[in-house]
């Protein structure tokens, strides 16, 4: 199973960015994806999640409420993050995350894409 994240680069602030994420490989089922963030010196926090069953449930950092917003489509295993009104301190890398069930053998795994930079520049 592969994660592969796309969409990231260099915009003022008040731009904004999407930033892409697909699932691949020997998928059961897909239960959530979302993106975390990590900038120099700090710990990796968690952006937006979206459940991928369900209700389509999702979870979003209160520092990016109203300005971000994650997607999907279910059908191609992918989720979005439009980031809109962006600000110098989203500035980061951007790893994508799933929750998946993988197949042969069926084992719930948690899997990371390669990260994306996010630089806002002032």
């Known amino acids: 199973v592969q994660l592969q994240a796309s969409g990231g680069g260099l915009v003022q602030a008040g731009g904004s960015l999407r930033l892409s994420c697909a699932a691949s490989?020997?998928?059961?089922?897909?239960?959530?994806m979302g993106w975390y963030r990590q900038a120099p010196g700090k710990e990796r926090e968690l952006v937006a999640n979206?459940?991928?069953?369900?209700?389509?449930?999702?979870n979003y950092a209160d520092s990016v409420k109203g300005r971000f917003t994650i997607s999907r489509d279910g059908a191609k295993n992918t989720v979005y993050l439009q980031m809109n009104s962006l600000k110098p301190e989203d500035t980061a890398v951007y790893y994508c995350?799933?929750?998946?069930?993988?197949?042969?053998?069926?084992?719930?795994?948690?899997?990371w894409g390669q990260g994306t930079q996010v630089t806002v520049s002032s």
């Open positions: 995350n799933g929750d998946i069930w993988r197949k042969l053998p069926f084992v719930r795994q948690d899997y």
């Open positions: 490989g020997s998928i059961f089922v897909v239960n959530a």
């Open positions: 979206m459940s991928l069953t369900g209700g389509h449930s999702t």
